[in-house]
């Protein structure tokens, strides 16, 4: 069965940084697209970050110069860089394979001081 597991959200300050992960299982990884989606409260989910199975990457517009998606093939995961993160970043993160309704659990990021 198609697992994705999201991992390493925190409470951050403003301006700080944190890296989200993503391990992957039952399907084959290096195969697919994989994104990051995130949904704050009282919003729609929203597309955060693409990455592509050659490795191409794409983004939402509020996370340009910022985020940084990658994934590790040999290791069946993906990760979010995450730098000078705002409050408008709360939210919760969520992993989705691309093609598929796959999603992980999500990993809460809260941005405050």
């Known amino acids: 069965q198609v697992k994705l597991v999201e991992s390493g959200g925190a409470l951050v300050q403003p301006g700080g940084s944190l890296r989200l992960s993503c391990a992957a299982s039952?399907?084959?990884?290096?195969?697919?697209?994989m994104e990051w989606y995130r949904q704050a409260p009282g919003k729609q989910r929203e597309f955060v970050a693409r990455?592509?199975?050659?490795?191409?990457?794409a983004y939402a517009y509020f996370v340009k110069g910022r985020f940084t998606i990658s994934r590790d093939n040999d290791k069946n995961t993906l990760s979010l860089q995450m730098n000078n993160l705002k409050p408008e970043d709360t939210a919760v993160y969520y992993c989705h394979r691309h093609p598929g309704d796959y999603w992980g659990q999500g990993a809460q990021v809260t941005v405050s001081s």
């Open positions: 039952g399907f084959g990884f290096s195969n697919y697209a």
């Open positions: 990455i592509s199975s050659s490795g191409t990457m």
